[in-house]
């Protein structure tokens, strides 16, 4: 009896080691389930209601959702979370001194925060007959490009774990809107993601005022490529910064994203109709966006046109950063509650619109951007 009761004892001691160790290397016990089998780890490719298309290798699977999925995963703070409040009571405040970055710090899980897969998230998921699959967990989100539907002010996940982001525009046939692009590269800027801008159809001739353009964001220390889907030109360099790294390709529609993708992975459109025929409900799928692998390694989305760019969760603090040329003077206005307007007392963002160290088509980009976020972060009734 007294064995028994120290055996007991015993492997309550080693259990607990045992839990730790498989919580903290993702592992689930899906043992208890009656089903002995190792989880395989895979990216999820495409997803339509119900259903997750996850690349494993070389293998794609077709999966649903573990009922009581395994989040390990933090959660993102809710967007305006992360601003402090501005009392209204409490006057201005100086600056004390020179203010760094803050770290962004993760956010412990909620109870049962709600799951919301995007695609490029990372899954484990077990193997059921060939080509399915149950995801029975999320892996940690690294970084996500999102923007809000702004119909119905939710948040769309354009691509979860992105490490770069071509940002695809046409030089005429439509022509480009850069108050768009900026709209984009702020997104990306403040999702830390490396950024290309692609001016495509060069094989129309480069446009005089497109030309000055594509210098100054080539002068902020942009990448900027021209390339034509049409005739190759410039393929090969957007190719170098692909290579092994997942990539949103995303711009406004008609610029030519899917043309550009169909000479970058061979088979592109027929891949991508398989993928569709595979969910069951292509028309069907929710967020538009496909990861296709790259001949020479890494991951292409391609991102239905957006017309409408609005941003999520960057809070109006974090813009003057999300601007590179205004980065130098973030954080040095006299008053930390500076709101940057017109004729603002000690303003250093103002300060250098002056001084020309940004353009005043990009100050206006700043500005929209500006308006917006802090429309956002209103509280309700002042809206
Ligand atoms: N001249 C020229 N035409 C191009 C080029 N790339 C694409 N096109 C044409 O532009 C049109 C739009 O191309 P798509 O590839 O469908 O554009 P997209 O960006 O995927 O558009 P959405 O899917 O609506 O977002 C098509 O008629 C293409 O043939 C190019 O490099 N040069
Ligand atoms: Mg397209
Ligand atoms: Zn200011």
Known sequence: ???????????????????????????????????????????????????????????????????????????????????RPVDAGAGRRLHRGPQRERPVTAVAPAENPPVRIAPGDRVRFLRLRAGEGVIEEVLPRRAALSRMRSEVGTEQILLANPDHAVLAFAVR?????????????????????????????????????????????????????????????????????????????????????????????????????????????????????????????????????????ALWNVPSEALPRAFRELRPYADQCDYEDCEHGEGEEGCALRAALAAGAITPERWASFARLLDEARAQEAPEWRR
């Open 1 to 83: 009896m007294a064995e028994t009761a120290e055996t007991a004892e015993n492997e309550r001691a080693t259990e607990r080691p045992m839990a730790g160790e498989q919580a903290r290397s993702g592992m689930v016990d899906v043992a208890a389930n009656g089903i002995a089998a190792s989880l395989s780890e895979g990216i999820v490719i495409a997803i339509a209601p119900g259903f997750f298309e996850v690349a494993s290798g070389d293998e794609a699977f077709l999966c649903t959702l573990r009922g009581r999925l395994r989040v390990s995963r933090p959660q993102a703070p809710a967007p305006g979370s992360a601003r």
């Open 173 to 309: 046939d439509p022509a480009p809107h850069f108050g768009m692009l900026d709209r984009y590269l702020a997104l990306c800027e403040h999702a830390g993601v490396d950024i290309s801008i692609g001016l495509n159809k060069v094989d129309l001739g480069m446009p005089e005022e497109v030309r000055r353009a594509a210098d100054l964001y080539a002068r902020l220390g942009y990448t900027v490529l021209a390339t034509s889907a049409e005739t190759g030109a410039g393929v090969e360099g957007l190719r170098a910064r692909l290579r092994d790294r997942t990539s949103l390709l995303t711009g406004p529609s008609g610029v030519g994203k899917s043309s550009l993708m169909n000479v970058l992975v061979p088979g592109a459109a027929q891949r991508i109709a398989a993928i569709s025929e595979a969910t069951g409900k292509g028309r069907h799928t929710t967020t538009g966006v496909r990861l296709l692998p790259l001949p020479e390694g890494g991951w292409l989305a391609d991102s239905a046109g957006i017309r409408e760019l």
